[in-house]
């Protein structure tokens, strides 16, 4: 009954977020996606550390894209910065943030365009002013780290008409945006009903994504070979531009898993 819920819900609202993500937090948060919150508390800390070592912004701020209502991030994180800056249209995100971490002084801001890639029917050229927006609205906050919580690979999802090679060339404009602070960001690489040979974290290396070897190397193959495996790319891996992926797996909901990439810079030298 409970994945005939699921199956339901998952088709009738939007594919990115909304309610259905809470309900599946508020069902799973504690228990099915426990291991993936330590993963990414333990790769939020290190690069906090690395940060903070190698560049110390002046007022310890962050800003974070795609926060929801903070399910995968920690108060002892959080509490690192003076003010948390959060870009999210969810006002029920917002709500939740706020009251499940009172502690944190956060600054709020709606605007779900900031990432949005080149409009439907834009030439390529219009790249550059579809990231203007953005640029504008980081330069008010100069010594503030970025954190992309989990945002970057429902992109795809909100933005169907794009093609491959454009968003690509999206991602890696992102990145340029930020290249001069410090920056994270985990996301989405691929989804899949199909079970993985181990939960354990590994990395992928540097260079295009082999899909067809990944699925051979990583995912149980269906029972009896009937059916090929249903593995959807979320076209994030082009934000490592040659780097390896540090990767973990995360069971979003029984049997659904979302291979999540990690990226950080610990800002300039």
């Not at 706020?98 to 900031?114: H, I, S, Y």
């Not at 999206?170 to 993985?196: C, E, F, G, N, Q």
């Not at 780097?243 to 810079?265: D, K, M, N, Q, V």
Request: proline share 9%; charged share 20%.
């Amino acid at each position: 009954m409970l994945f005939v819920m699921i199956d339901w819900i998952r088709r009738a609202l939007p594919p990115s977020g909304g309610i259905f993500y809470h309900y599946l937090a508020m069902r799973f948060s504690r228990t099915l996606w426990r291991d993936f919150r330590a993963e990414v508390d333990h790769w939020l800390t290190n690069w906090l550390s690395n940060s903070l070592t190698t560049w110390s912004p002046h007022a310890h701020e962050l800003i974070i894209f795609g926060s929801s209502a903070g399910y995968s991030l920690s108060t002892t994180f959080l509490e690192k910065f003076n003010r948390v800056i959060v870009v999210e249209p969810d006002p029920l995100a917002r709500l939740l943030l706020r009251r499940r971490f009172p502690q944190v002084w956060w600054e709020f801001t709606a605007d779900r365009n900031l990432l949005a890639p080149i409009p439907e029917n834009a030439p390529g050229s219009a790249s550059k002013r579809a990231l203007d927006q953005l640029h504008t609205f980081l330069k008010r906050y100069p010594d503030a780290a970025v954190l992309f919580s989990n945002v970057l690979g429902q992109l795809p999802l909100e933005f169907p008409h794009l093609s491959d090679e454009l968003f690509a060339s999206h991602l890696i404009a992102i990145r340029a945006a930020v290249k001069d602070r410090a920056w994270a960001s985990y996301h989405d690489l691929l989804s899949t009903w199909a079970k993985p040979k181990s939960m354990a974290p590994f990395e992928l290396p540097s260079g295009p994504l082999d899909l067809e070897a990944f699925i051979r190397a990583r995912l149980e193959p269906p029972p009896g070979g009937a059916s090929p495996l249903e593995v959807t790319d979320h076209q994030t891996h082009a934000l490592s531009i040659g780097e390896p992926t540090a990767c973990t797996w995360w069971e979003i909901a029984p049997g659904r898993y979302h291979l999540i990439g990690f990226l950080c810079s610990p800002g300039p030298s």
